[in-house]
């Protein structure tokens, strides 16, 4: 069954610190990867995403990800965390080898607290 | 960029009554929409999706009859929770295809049901 995984379900950093949110999937064939952010009391707002190609990606607000199809991971990178980034990071995948290719699964979220 | 606009943002009902939520896609038309629930601290649990003049397509688990779903236009699809008890009360997304692999979400329905 296509499943996607994110093992931190808590981070705690503080300003100026990096950060690395783990996802991983579980899917047959072609797959796309999607990192959304869940700002406190907004709706979910896209990332970045991963197709094809450049398997580093960067995205909105200092954001990369980078896609290891051996690993089958797709962890979230920022070099510099600000408070502003405390929300909650969802990883999600659409695709594989099944009829339901094109809707997307979730991965459990990882809640980021930055401390000031 | 796309928008989606889901409506009402929160409801409280009484146990028993019926709750229509609105999922409406602004600025493109959305042949498909996709229904999430979240619960505390939870991802989003996909529901169902809803096809534009086609019956939708439910997952497994989720009655069909206590979701009803209509997705009579481009840019309109409703979820209606039926006959809804306190265990219904959640957090409702939608969220539609804006492109050929983009997804725009709505801002979410907290459905509180006493």
């Known amino acids: 069954a296509q499943s996607v995984s994110q093992h931190n379900h808590h981070v705690i950093l503080s300003e100026a610190a990096s950060l690395e949110l783990g996802c991983n999937y579980s899917?047959?064939?072609?797959?796309?990867l999607f990192w959304y952010v869940q700002y406190p009391g907004q709706h979910l707002q896209l990332l970045l995403k991963y197709f094809s190609g450049d398997p580093l990606v960067k995205g909105i607000k200092g954001f990369e990800a980078e896609f290891i199809k051996s690993k089958f991971s797709f962890n979230l990178r920022k070099p510099s965390v600000q408070w502003s980034d405390t929300a909650e990071y969802f990883c999600?995948?659409?695709?594989?080898?099944?009829?339901?290719?094109?809707?997307?699964?979730f991965g459990s979220g990882t809640q980021l607290t930055v401390l000031p | 960029g796309a928008v989606v606009s889901q409506h009402p943002s929160r409801v409280i009902c009484k146990s028993g009554t019926s709750v229509k939520i609105e999922c409406r896609s602004l600025?493109?038309?959305?042949?498909?929409m996709f229904w999430y629930r979240q619960f505390p601290k939870q991802s989003l649990m996909l529901m169902a999706t809803?096809?534009?003049?086609?019956?939708?397509?439910?997952e497994q688990g989720v009655e069909k009859d206590k979701f009803l779903i209509n997705h009579a236009s481009l840019t309109l699809s409703t979820l209606t929770v039926t006959s809804a008890h306190p265990e219904d009360s959640s957090f409702y997304i939608c969220s539609a295809r804006d492109g050929f692999y983009g997804y725009t979400f709505g801002s979410g329905t907290r459905l509180t049901v006493v």
């Open positions: 600025d493109f038309q959305a042949t498909t």
């Open positions: 809803s096809n534009e003049g086609s019956k939708a397509t439910y």
């Open positions: 899917y047959g064939g072609t797959v796309n």
């Open positions: 999600a995948a659409q695709g594989g080898s099944s009829g339901s290719a094109r809707q997307l699964t």
